[in-house]
């Protein structure tokens, strides 16, 4: 909501098993970022989106 | 038959009393519905009668599978939280549990068209400047 550039799914992972398939999700919370990049576990706001920044080479 | 709790339902109509702004959920179902479908609608239903400011519109992923393009929902239950426009936010399977919660934050932040960040937050996420596509994997607690 924050930025226009970012979509943001949440997705109950027993009920679709291919994509915790397709993530390798071994612990929640999984967030995936544009497919490729992923960081596991919670995650304070700021250290979010320094993944993200980080994730599109920023 | 309801899904919430009397005593849940008076605790949101509470939270949602600062809603200023109309905000529209958007549901994905089909036809003949799957049993998490029919309880997320159960429960959107119950959830949008708690203001005035909300609405909520159920489509048929199939029949109006267009509509369900343009919103990106490639599967289903989907929940798709719109305020005067689309900000990206979804919901995939029954929000209940944890999720619940962060449904009803989320209605919260867009009721306000606020996301309620920290300015340092924001002036980093001003930094994102390409598409970015979050899913965020949890399970039900």
């Known amino acids: 909501m924050a ?5 943001a799914d949440m997705v ?13 999700v071994q612990g929640v919370p999984h967030t995936v970022i544009n497919e490729e990049h992923s960081v596991v576990g919670p995650q304070k706001e700021i ?5 993200v920044l980080k994730a599109i080479g920023k | 038959m309801g899904v ?8 949101v109509k509470e939270l949602f009393k600062d809603i200023d702004h109309d905000v529209t959920i958007v549901m994905f179902t089909q036809e003949i519905e799957c049993p998490h479908c029919e309880m997320t609608r159960t429960m ?8 005035e400011k909300l609405s909520l519109e159920v489509h048929d992923f199939v029949a109006d599978k267009d ?3 343009k919103y990106g ?5 989907a929940t798709v939280l719109v305020g005067e426009k689309d900000y990206g936010i979804r919901f995939f399977g029954v929000p209940a549990g944890y999720e619940f919660t962060v449904l009803i934050e989320e209605i919260r932040e867009v009721g306000k068209r606020d996301p309620g960040l920290k300015d340092k937050v924001m ?3 001003a930094k994102v400047d390409q598409p970015v596509h979050l899913q965020v994997l949890i399970s039900p607690t």
Do not use: C, H
């Open chain 2, 123 to 125: 002036s980093e996420l």
């Open chain 2, 4 to 11: 919430l709790k009397e005593k849940d339902k008076n605790k």
């Open chain 2, 44 to 51: 959107l239903e119950e959830v949008s009668g708690l203001s």
């Open chain 1, 47 to 51: 250290d979010l989106v320094k993944a």
């Open chain 1, 3 to 7: 930025s226009d550039q970012i979509s």
């Open chain 2, 73 to 77: 929902v490639d599967k289903i239950p």
């Open chain 1, 12 to 24: 109950e992972g027993s009920e679709f098993p291919f994509l915790v398939t397709r993530y390798n």
């Open chain 2, 67 to 69: 509509l369900a393009e």
